[in-house]
């Protein structure tokens, strides 16, 4: 009886973002409750904020196209590790050199993204993350022109 | 005792940082994963008749080339993420093929032209996009307690033990982009024409809940 009545209130499918964000709350209060957590010290690619740098937050160090020393998880199998892949266009590099604030405008202009592929450790995520992305535009593009 | 949860790894592929690593379990699930795949590329899609009770009359619903093109391409692209997330050795990546299954699914069935299916995927990607935030606090928080995101190391239990939140923040997330026990409502979008696509997203759902059950067990 109980199971046809939860059964009753699912099959309504604008129930499910309800439960679904009540869920959502319940954890994260007893996240909140459950504070402090541990913070292991020993992190994977670790990095120093440089506040006085045009590019803070995103500059995490290292000359283009040189390897910097990074903690990665298995050195061993990525020799190129830490490898500084990022670099600036001209008008990126003029910007940065006028302004305190690139930091904040980093994805928004041409140059500023490719600063985010930035030490050649963790590929496989930034195609991913691209991945997901696209075919976010496809779906929207193909919804978008069939109406 | 935790390392025999999903099988000694039988072959682990070094890929930098990110390490795949195939127990029998997930050989398991990727085999599966890979044969739906391989049968959405090939089979040739339903086409759904609605019969009127009590007559003879009948219509077929019309489908266009262009959207069971569109479907089968979001379906390939989620029985790949599916794959990836089944034999991935890294909790970040688990958790960014998780999040591109949830918008595969969202694609197989937003590409239907009904008003109800449309209805259903519109609260169903709302859902999908919530997952995320549990998903990826679930893996921050994995990376800030132990210091590491990959498996291997939580298997051999070299690092700090993961808190039990970030357990429930991953399952939440993975219920949240498969929807795994909310069948109800996968059942409104079910009604969407096209077989083998629509089964896709109950696949691969029930793929990554399988994947996290162990992912949860190893720290």
């Known amino acids: 009886m109980i199971i046809r009545k939860i059964s009753h209130v699912l099959s309504n499918y604008e129930n ?5 964000a009540g869920a959502c ?12 957590l541990p913070y292991s010290e020993k992190q994977l690619y670790p990095k120093t904020f440089d506040r ?41 590099l003029f910007l940065s050199e006028q302004t305190l604030h690139l930091g904040t405008t980093i ?24 991945t997901i992305l696209f075919i976010a535009f496809a779906i929207a593009s193909y919804i978008y022109r069939r109406v | ?17 990110e390490l795949v690593y195939f127990t029998p379990y997930t050989i398991t699930l990727f085999l599966l994963a890979l044969t739906f795949t391989l049968l959405v590329l090939i089979s040739r899609p339903e086409r759904q008749i609605d019969i009127a009770f009590g007559g003879d009359a009948y219509r077929a619903k019309e489908i266009t080339v262009a959207e069971m093109r569109f479907r089968r ?23 960014l093929f998780t999040a591109m299954v949830g918008i595969t699914n969202v694609g197989i069935v937003a590409a239907v032209k009904s008003r109800h299916v449309q209805d259903a995927a519109y609260q169903y990607g709302l859902v999908a996009l919530a997952a995320t935030v549990p998903l ?83 720290g």
């Open chain 1, 25 to 36: 709350l319940l954890l994260f209060i007893a996240g909140i409750l459950l504070l402090p």
């Open chain 1, 16 to 20: 499910i973002t309800r439960l679904f």
């Open chain 2, 1 to 17: 005792m935790a390392d025999l949860i999903g099988g000694i790894p039988l072959f682990v592929l070094e890929f930098g940082d």
């Open chain 2, 73 to 95: 391409f979001m379906a390939i692209a989620c029985g790949l993420a599916t794959m990836g997330a089944m034999v991935t050795g890294d909790i970040f990546n688990f958790t």
């Open chain 2, 136 to 218: 990826f606090a679930g893996a921050a928080v994995y990376a800030a307690v132990t210091g590491s995101l990959s498996m291997i190391e939580l298997m051999k239990g070299t690092v700090p033990a993961v808190p039990l939140i970030a357990k429930g923040m991953l399952v939440l997330g993975v219920i949240g982009e498969g929807m795994a026990p909310f069948y109800a409502a996968k059942a409104e979008m079910f009604r969407a024409p096209g077989a083998p696509y629509v089964i896709m997203c109950s696949l691969s759902s029930l793929l990554i809940f399988l994947r996290v059950v162990e992912i949860v067990m190893l």
């Open chain 1, 52 to 92: 006085n740098s045009s590019l803070d937050p995103y500059d995490r160090g290292g000359p283009p196209f040189e390897q910097v020393g990074i903690v990665s998880q298995y050195p061993e199998n990525s020799p190129t590790a830490g490898f500084v892949t990022s670099y600036l266009t001209p008008l990126s």
């Open chain 1, 107 to 130: 994805v928004a202009h041409p140059g500023g993204i490719i600063d985010e592929i930035l030490y050649n450790t963790r590929g496989l995520d930034t195609v991913v993350e691209a």
